[in-house]
C-alpha cells in the first residue's frame, strides 16, 4: 500500500511551491491544506490532482519533472 501521508506531503509542498499565491488562496494554514490533500487522498479522489499536474507538465517549465513523478505516485493511489 501506498504511504498516503507521504505522498500527501510531497503534493503539498509542489503546491506551495508551484502556486504559493494560489495555495494561500485556498487554504489559510499549511497543515489545514496537507489534512485536506491527505483526506482526499485516502478517499481516492486523485483524478482532479492529476489532472492539474499535467497542466504543469503541458507548461514545460521548471515544475514538468516533478509533476510527472507525483503522477506516478498518485496512481497509485487509484482505486
Not at 26 to 46: T, W
Not at 50 to 61: C, E
Request: hydrophobic share 40%.
Amino acid at each position: 500500500m501506498p504511504d498516503i501521508e507521504k505522498i500527501a506531503k510531497i503534493l503539498d509542498g509542489f503546491y506551495f511551491d508551484y502556486d504559493s499565491y494560489g495555495y494561500n488562496d485556498e487554504y489559510d494554514d499549511r497543515d489545514i491544506g496537507l489534512a485536506d490533500i491527505k483526506n482526499m487522498l485516502k478517499a481516492g479522489r486523485v483524478d482532479g490532482y492529476i489532472d492539474w499536474l499535467f497542466s504543469v507538465v503541458n507548461d514545460h517549465d521548471e515544475f514538468e519533472q516533478q509533476a510527472l513523478q507525483l503522477i506516478g505516485l498518485l496512481e497509485t493511489l487509484r482505486k
